[in-house]
């Protein structure tokens, strides 16, 4: 084999019988200009053959002469210490060799070499192993016809579990995150439990990711269009951010208008079509409709200017959600906005006003920007069993400043344990629906 850079060994492999063992007898080629270095070896041709349909097809097409006892491999130098591995495993089903990089180098020669039983047995070694970032990265940068075998796939999806549940909180490692190749940012933005404000802050997160890694403009539309784009939930981005999306110069114009209709078309569908959707996707590698753990919760809201500035503003927690928030938790919607002013709704289990006994509340609160005051009428409603209609719990008006509150501390009148019940009459297919209306005084 001529020299090259990795340069190359041939090795010679002898067939004799069924007995196997190495031969002392190895031959070395100092010729530079062709081998580096040839070993003989004794093997078993029908061992091989049994495990390898690449050494099945090697006999069989290489050896057409009955008398033929000899066949060659060409390999690199590099190869050759995981190829004596892969060959002794085949006789033994067991490997000597226990470090990550060896596990590595002899599930790539045995992906080459297409030996099945031993890309499996790297692949559990290598999960056996103490999982980290380096290995995670390691294991998904792997050549892609590995990372395509039935025997890697439970390696790579240890691994990307591994990194979707090491940097689900993205804003506490947001630097670690930014720095991420391409594999490991894909594999924390597949995952439903990221814990993210919104689906407009992992929007925002991938452009920066983006911006960082490929400057040109040219290449990063292409990776927004052809992998990182499919990762960003967009029909659970906000209407003010879709509009943003439209005039984003880093998305080709043709599919930030496919994506945008796509996401607005699935907040018009009716919430059993939508969950029918999400259910479609469960186990898809992109799940566009699938909701994540928001911190804070979207909302749908229908506007009014006319006859007077209006907004209703509907938001749904689960059964869980709810339990979570036990003793004295609470958590927030997305914001929305009426007049130019963005408000959010916060659920709270929180004490009676006479602190005798924990219950569910729900306040309204006007997001902190200069200060403007704000005259509002609202009103409080829940879906109720048994009609499973909205039906209205609280009324207020409240002048509201930036940074101010207001609400009712128990909105339904009952205890939390009453409220949390198998028989609550609030909890309809396990989901709390809320509604609250907010109109401008005049």
Request: proline letters at 4%; charged letters at 25%; one cysteine or more.
């Amino acid at each position: 084999m001529i020299e090259e850079s990795p340069p190359g060994v041939g090795i010679n492999l002898s067939q004799h019988g069924d007995e196997a063992g190495h031969s002392s007898d190895s031959s070395w080629g100092m010729d530079c200009s062709t081998v580096l270095k040839v070993k003989t070896l004794h093997i078993s041709s029908p061992i091989l053959a049994a495990k390898s349909p690449f050494f099945y097809k090697l006999f069989s097409n290489g050896m057409r002469e009955s008398e033929q006892r000899h066949v060659t491999l060409r390999i690199h130098a590099s190869e050759e210490a995981a190829l004596m591995d892969l060959l002794n495993f085949m006789y033994s089903n067991t490997l000597s060799t226990t470090t990550p990089t060896a596990l590595l180098d002899v599930l790539m020669a045995a992906d080459k070499f297409e030996v099945a039983s031993c890309m499996r047995y790297c692949s559990r070694m290598l999960r056996n192993l103490p999982m980290t970032c380096e290995s995670a990265l390691l294991y998904l940068d792997l050549p892609s016809s590995v990372l395509m075998a039935e025997a890697v796939q439970p390696l790579t999806d240890a691994a990307k579990q591994y990194l979707a549940a090491r940097y689900k909180d993205v804003t506490k490692f947001q630097e670690e995150v930014l720095n991420l190749p391409l594999a490991g940012i894909e594999a924390v933005l597949s995952s439903d439990d990221l814990q993210v404000a919104s689906e407009d802050a992992v929007y925002d997160f991938v452009l920066k990711w983006a911006r960082i890694h490929y400057p040109k403009l040219e290449d990063r539309r292409e990776i927004l269009g052809s992998r990182l784009g499919r990762l960003i939930r967009f029909p659970y981005m906000t209407c003010r951010k879709l509009k943003k999306v439209l005039t984003c110069n880093d998305f080709d114009t043709e599919l930030a208008s496919k994506v945008v209709l796509e996401a607005l078309f699935f907040k018009a569908e009716a919430p059993y079509r939508q969950r029918s959707l999400a259910a479609e996707e469960a186990s898809s590698s992109y799940r566009r409709f699938v909701e994540r753990a928001y911190k804070y919760r979207p909302v749908k809201v229908v506007e009014f200017e006319l006859p007077r500035q209006q907004c209703v503003v509907y938001l749904d927690l689960k059964r869980e959600e709810c339990l979570n928030l036990f003793p004295a938790g609470r958590v927030y919607s997305q914001a929305f906005h009426l007049g130019g002013q963005g408000f959010f709704l916060s659920a709270h289990c929180n004490m009676d006003q006479q602190s005798s006994f924990h219950c569910f509340g729900l306040f309204l609160g006007m997001q902190e920007k200069g200060s403007v005051t704000f005259a509002v009428d609202y009103e409080f409603a829940a879906r109720s069993k048994p009609t499973e209609e909205y039906v209205s719990k609280y009324k207020g008006n409240y002048t509201f400043t930036g940074g101010k509150a207001v609400g009712y501390r128990n909105l339904f009148g009952i205890a939390w344990t009453a409220f949390m019940a198998d028989d609550s009459h609030y909890f309809i297919n396990g989901i709390l629906h809320l509604r609250a209306e907010l109109t401008i005084r005049q």
